[in-house]
C-alpha cells in the first residue's frame, strides 16, 4: 500500500514536530528534543547556549551571553551573615535583583529581609518583611535577611519529581529552567521560603537586563518555572564574590571556600557565635548567621 | 535460675547500651559537616600586624589635604585643649569627646600626619593602625575580613575599606539609612 516509502506514523511524527517547533518561535529544535542538563556533552550544551543567546540577544537588544562554567575543584561555598551588623536597609535585595535579571513587576525578591522583635528574638512569627520607615535600623528590632540556604541536606532537591533541581560539586543548588516542570513541590518542601514561581511571564527591562548570565543562575527565565539564590553562580564560579556581599553597606556579608582554612567563612566558623536557621530540621545550611 | 536471669538482663543492658552507642556515633558522624577536614590545620592566625593592607584613598573633603597649606610648620602649635574658633567649627567631636580632642590622633610634629600613642607617626591612608589602639577587637576582625566590606575575588585579590571609608572619626556611629522600598505584600484574597 505505501508507495512513498513513509509510514502514516513517521509521517505524523514529523508533521506534529514542525508544528510544535514553528508554534513556539523562541524556542527551538534543540530546547525540546534534548537530555538532562547534567548529561548533556559539551557540544550539546554549545547548541543550547548558542540558541538562548541569540533568543536573549534579540530579546532584550543587547549581546547576552549565557555561561556554562564548571564547578571549581577542592570548592565548597559557604555563606555567613553577621546579624549583629545589618541594619535591613535592602540594599542587597535590590543589588540581588538587578544582578541576578529577578522579575520587576511581577515581583520577584530572592532575597527577603525580616525585621525581628528583640523582646521576642530570632521567631519568624513576630517577624515581617513588610516594615516601612525612614530610617533603619528601627528601635528595639534586628533583622535577618533570608534566601537559599544551599543546604547540604536540600529537601527541595529530594521532592522534585522531574530532577530539574540538584546541588553541584561546589555546594550551589541549582535549577534548570528548561527541565522544571512548575508543580512548585520544591517550594512547599524548603523551609525557608527561598524558592519563588514565575506565576506570569517575568518582567525585566531592556536597559537594566544583566547580560552576563549562566544558563543555572541568572539567565532570563519564562512563566511557569521556579528561581531562587545561586549564590550569583556567573560570579562566584569566576572568582568573584556575590553581589550581595559587595553592596551590603556595613559589611555585613560574607562569603568563601568552606573548604580553605584561611578563608573568612572558615575564619568566621571557628571564631564567631554561629547558628543556622531551623537546624532541628537537619537541613544543615551552608548559609551561617553569627553575632560578631 | 535467678542468677542466670539476672546474668542475662545484664547482658541485654549492656548490648543495649553499645548499641545506643553507636547508633549515636552513626548520627555525630552522619551529621558532620563533609568540608570539616577531621585532621586539618587550624585556621592561621591573622595577618601579620606589620604588614600594610592594600585600601582605597581616605576620604577628605574638599581642599582639605595636605594639612601643611594652612597650617605653617614654622609655626608654634597651641596645644591647649579649647573650642577652635578659626578654623574646622564644622567638626563636632563625637567620639569619647570627654577624654580626646584634635591632638591625641593629629600630629603636632608633622600637620600631614597622624600619631600613635607612643609617639609613631602614621600617615592617613594607614589610620587603621591608629584606630587599632583603642578598637584591637574589630582591627582584629578587619585583618581577618569580618568586620567591614570586602570586594573583588573571593579566591584572589580582595579590596578592603579604611574603617573612616565608613565611619567618620569624628563621630563614629554608624548613621542610620533610609531603606529601600519594601516588597509588594501579596494580595489579600477575596
Known sequence: MTTTGVSRRDFLCVVAGCAAASACSNITHTAWFRKRFAELDADAKAKIVADLERDYSRQYGKDVKVGTTEPMPGVEFGYALDISRCIGCRRCVYGCVEENNQSRDPQIQWIRVLEMDKDYGIDFAHSTPYYDTDKVPREGHFYLPVACQHCENPPCVKTCPVSATWQEPDGIVVIDYDWCIGCRCCMSACPYGARHFNLAPPNVPADEMNPKTHYLGNRPRMKGVVEKCTFCIQRVREGRYPKCVEVCPVGARKFGNLRDPKSEVRYILEHERVFVLKAELNTRPRFFYFYS | ?190
Open chain 2, 1 to 190: 535460675m535467678t542468677s542466670s536471669r539476672k546474668t542475662s538482663r545484664s547482658w541485654s543492658l549492656q548490648f543495649a547500651t553499645l548499641a545506643t552507642g553507636i547508633l549515636l556515633a552513626a548520627c555525630a558522624e552522619q551529621s558532620r559537616p563533609s568540608w570539616l577536614d577531621p585532621d586539618g590545620t587550624p585556621p592561621p592566625p591573622v595577618a601579620d600586624d606589620t604588614q600594610k593592607i592594600e585600601v582605597p584613598p581616605p576620604p577628605f573633603s574638599d581642599d582639605i589635604f595636605p594639612c601643611t597649606d594652612c597650617h605653617d610648620p614654622d609655626l608654634p602649635v597651641n596645644t591647649k585643649r579649647r573650642k577652635l574658633k578659626l578654623a574646622h567649627q564644622d567638626i563636632v567631636l563625637h567620639h569619647d569627646e570627654q577624654h580626646r580632642w584634635c591632638l591625641d590622633c593629629h600630629s603636632v610634629s608633622n600637620r600631614d600626619k597622624l600619631h600613635l600613642a607612643n609617639g609613631t607617626l602614621v600617615d592617613f591612608t594607614e589610620s587603621y593602625r591608629l584606630c587599632g589602639q583603642c578598637h584591637g577587637d574589630k582591627y582584629r576582625d578587619w585583618r581577618a575580613g569580618v568586620h567591614g566590606r570586602r570586594s573583588g575575588y573571593w579566591n584572589g585579590h580582595k579590596t578592603y575599606l579604611l574603617c573612616v571609608n565608613c565611619h567618620n572619626s569624628h563621630s563614629p556611629a554608624f548613621k542610620p539609612l533610609e531603606p529601600k522600598p519594601m516588597p509588594k505584600p501579596p494580595e489579600p484574597t477575596k
